[in-house]
């Protein structure tokens, strides 16, 4: 089950420590998008998140890997400068290998950083990156309730609480 375990937990992308992502050598941050980084129906990516995405620019390599339709994730990335892949299929791995081959990076020089335990969390410990959970901004698309649900068994067969955040585990 240590598979759906989270290396890390934060509230939001903004609380997470990239100071220390850096001094451990991390290369790649791979972000979700619904309710990662915008709302599901926020069409465009708000102010805040499209500076503070484009600052981290300045330290990593910032991708946005979402399972939606690439209609939905290149309208939302329109004002950022970062690269972003769509209908990404997470827990699949084939995201994670392709952005291995494009940058050249190691799968232990990725952070995933995502909502969901049933898509980010397990894809990204399948491919051994750094996890980092969040707390979803807003309402679920429909197609998540059901992980929603499949995350509320797991997390609590391992002792992950909503709301508990935590630096490593
Ligand atoms: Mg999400």
Redesign the pocket.
Known sequence: MKIFIPKMYQKDIFKIDYKKLKYFNYKVLIF?????LGYPKEEICNKKTSEFLNKLQNNFIVIIA??SLKKRVAKFAQNLSCDYFSFSLKPSLKVFRKIKKKYNVNYNEMVII???IM??MFGGNRVGALTILVD?INEDLKI?ALNRKLENIINKKNNVVRGDYYEEK
């Not at 979700?32 to 990662?36: A, R």
Request: charged content about 30%.
């Open positions: 979700d998008l619904d309710n990662t979402s399972n995502g909502d969901q898509t980010d979803p998540t």
